[in-house]
């Protein structure tokens, strides 16, 4: 048998435009044998203001689980109590392992190929966490218990099936024993699965030593001419330790000179619906306070671009904010605090002499492309500059060597972390919410383990710190790039 696809096989995914006394968004909607599964339609509007990835993985994981409900439609659920208990169990086993044998048969039918722990884990509290909605607010959940499970529809089946399978049982730890000693009733499962696998792993970021000639060879164009906005959103990553999202949330006033450091810059990462702006109203004559959601709407007739689909989408991951209330935003840390003074340069440059005048967006960020003349940069388009880029500089392009761009949001951390810094200025400069959030970003790397260990040894008897800098100077920068 032919490996398939991981295409849906008994479900449909449309996106359809829905209109909710908040806002106008996409939405996606499950269709089945029985029509449009509604529960995970009202569970969306119940959580309109959630990302467009919280609702992907929702709808992606909650067509999986239907799937699977119906390849087991011919068990008789109600007079047999081992397969009630192991319905779940098995599920979450089948997204671990896989539907497909070694030999390439798959009785199911499914075709699903093996997922990372640390993948499932993430789906089936997302799973857990649409069932207990669902549960809650079910009416009739109690009369599906009288029917034959066979005639219940595939709304009851899955009140059915909350009821049997509460968080506690269907952990995927808690299943861990479980499964080394009761074979699966449903899918007997041939692969040898380690569930103690670890996740955690070397982190890979940007190397320091590059990062110039990133900034200054890789975003080169011709023999004087620089790619500006590359540059700038590259430098608030690495210099400045934001997510490849951020940057792409930016308005053109959100950058200032430092009132209390002259010629550096300051940045404001305004939360993308919840920021607070001041909006001259031409109607009233008047200066009013609206939040972001409200002024792109009411002045440029847009929507955030976290509640956005397709390539105009940038996500908004819940950062720890430096002023709250009516402001919502986290200001930009520069390390080393030159950077600040080098984006103010760029900055004041890209306003000057690149970005258009008079577009029907506030984004500092914008194309310049013929084809998309001023409209908002997309993150895909960085992508594909930063990778030429990469490659310009004779790098490869890969997540395990340091080159995506999330590494340089990695180096920022690490850089932090060997600078000695304490681990709430760390967690502060981080936008971390948790103080635990910031060890994947700081922990070292296998060759910093065994670099110290070496040097440990050679020295065991010596109190000697050796720092070694290998940066360029600001100074030298200036003379090379500021006019």
């Known amino acids: 048998m032919n490996k398939q696809n991981n295409s849906p096989k008994f479900h449909t995914v449309v996106?359809?435009?829905?209109?909710?006394?908040?806002?106008?968004?996409?939405?996606k909607v499950i269709f089945t044998n029985n029509g449009i599964?509604?529960?995970?339609?009202?569970?969306?509007?119940?959580?309109?203001f959630k990302s467009i990835s919280w609702q992907n993985n929702a709808t992606y994981i909650v067509g999986l689980f239907i799937d699977y409900i119906f390849v087991n439609r011919n068990f008789d659920l109600n007079n047999d109590r081992n397969r009630k208990i192991y319905f779940m169990p098995n599920f979450i086993k089948l997204l671990q392992n896989g539907s497909i044998t070694n030999e390439g048969e798959d009785s199911l039918e499914l075709f699903w190929f093996p997922k990372k722990i640390s993948r499932v884990n993430s789906l089936i509290n997302v799973l857990y966490s649409f069932l207990d909605w669902y549960y809650k607010k079910s009416r009739n959940k109690d009369s599906i218990f009288l029917k034959n499970y066979n005639d219940l529809s595939m709304n009851e089946k899955i009140l059915y099936l909350r009821h049997w399978n509460n968080r506690r049982q269907t952990s995927l730890l808690s299943h861990i024993k479980t499964f080394d000693k009761n074979p699966s009733p449903i899918y007997d499962i041939n692969k040898k699965v380690n569930f103690f696998k670890s996740e955690i792993y070397d982190i890979k970021y940007f190397d320091n030593s590059k990062i110039i000639d990133l900034l200054f060879t890789g975003f080169k164009r011709g023999s004087d001419s620089y790619d500006i906005r590359n540059i700038m959103i590259t430098i608030l990553m690495h210099f400045g330790g934001t997510r490849l999202s951020e940057p792409f949330h930016l308005f053109v006033n959100d950058v200032m000179e430092d009132p209390n450091n002259q010629g550096s810059a300051l940045v404001k990462l305004y939360h993308p619906e919840d920021g607070y702006i001041n909006h001259f109203d031409k109607y009233t004559n008047?200066?009013?306070?609206?939040?972001?959601?409200?002024y792109l709407q009411k002045k440029y007739n847009l929507t955030p671009r976290n509640l956005q689909t397709g390539t105009n989408h940038a996500g908004w991951k819940d950062l720890a904010l430096d002023k709250t209330g009516k402001f919502n935003y986290a200001i930009v840390y520069w390390f080393p605090t030159w950077a600040g003074k080098l984006f103010w340069n760029l900055y004041k440059r890209y306003i000057m002499e690149i970005r258009p005048k008079n577009l029907s967006n506030p984004y500092l960020f914008v194309s310049i492309h013929h084809k998309s003349f001023g409209l908002p940069y997309t993150i895909n388009a960085f992508r594909d500059s930063h990778q030429n880029a990469i490659k310009k500089i004779k790098l490869h392009y890969k997540k395990e060597l340091g080159t995506t761009p999330h590494a340089h949001r990695h180096a920022y951390g690490q850089n932090l972390q060997n600078s000695g810094l304490s681990k709430n200025i760390i967690q502060k400069a981080l936008h971390h919410k948790s103080p635990f959030s910031q060890m994947v970003y700081t922990l070292p790397s296998v060759e910093k383990i065994n670099q110290v260990l070496n040097e440990a040894s050679n020295n065991i008897n010596e109190q000697i710190f050796i720092e070694k800098n290998?940066?360029?100077s600001f100074e030298n920068l200036k003379e090379v790039f500021i006019r």
């Open 15 to 27: 996106t359809i435009n829905v209109r909710t006394e908040f806002i106008t968004r996409n939405l």
């Open 37 to 48: 599964f509604y529960p995970l339609v009202d569970y969306f509007i119940d959580n309109q």
């Open 286 to 294: 008047k200066t009013v306070e609206l939040t972001r959601k409200e």
């Open 470 to 472: 290998d940066e360029n």
